[in-house]
């Protein structure tokens, strides 16, 4: 039995229990409960507003205050500031992306620290992002939304990060992009990365997510495994309009 409990522990990757939010004096998260294991890729769905964003960056340590529990590969993190969080091996990939626009592809993806020893390599890269390996020397300003997107997350698996939290990845861009980062996504999810998705498209993230979990109005209202769906879509009507 301890035996099945250990390598149970191993698989886990993020345990969040009653984590609450605040930004200034407005408390978004209620009590989020969550967890998230090894090659899983889970998506925190629900309305504009309903606090999805808000727990990845409570995750990295970015909101006014938090309380609870965060554990990030058996560690505690609530006391632990944004940069030691990301060395435990978190990428965050924030709505803004945050290309340095001034810089080309290449400069761009450069620049990040390595937080772990397994950063994939910059040939790595372009092999997963072809559209990358064309516009290498092209400054951010001369890319496209998509072509921003992925070098955003292009950075991150540079870093050597292994659990990714991604906000609104697809918002704003062309079918044939979303498709593209959804070949992605799978590819990395076979490598073993771990996943938490914010994503208003359900309809990509529910053929690649192995969970969703539900929110409204900073509360996680339900947690529904991927069978689960189709005896579930009244109830995702209710929470998203699907």
Known sequence: ??????????????????????????????????????????????????????????????VGKRTGS???????????????????????????????????????????????????????????FPNLAERRKSQGTKLSGGEQQMLAMARILRTGANILLLDEITEGLAPVIVQKLAEVLTKLKERGL????????FHFAAPIADRHYLMEHGHMVAEIEAHELKEKTELLNTYLGV
């Open 1 to 62: 039995m301890s035996t099945a409990l250990k390598v149970e522990s191993n698989r886990e990757k993020l345990r969040i229990n009653g984590l609450h939010a605040f930004y200034g004096e407005s408390h978004i998260l209620h009590g989020i409960d969550m967890t998230v294991n090894q090659g899983e890729l889970v998506t925190l769905l629900g309305r504009n507003g309903s606090g999805r964003s808000t727990t990845l960056r409570a995750i990295m340590n970015m």
């Open 70 to 128: 965060i554990v990030i590969n058996g560690r505690e993190t609530l006391n632990m500031a944004s940069h030691k969080i990301a060395h435990l091996g978190i990428g965050f990939c924030p709505e803004e992306r945050g290309i340095f626009s001034s810089l080309n592809v290449e400069e761009n993806l450069m620049l990040p620290p390595k937080v772990r020893s397994e950063g994939m390599s910059v040939e790595e890269i372009y092999d997963m």
């Open 194 to 201: 771990t996943t938490i998705l914010v994503e208003q498209n």
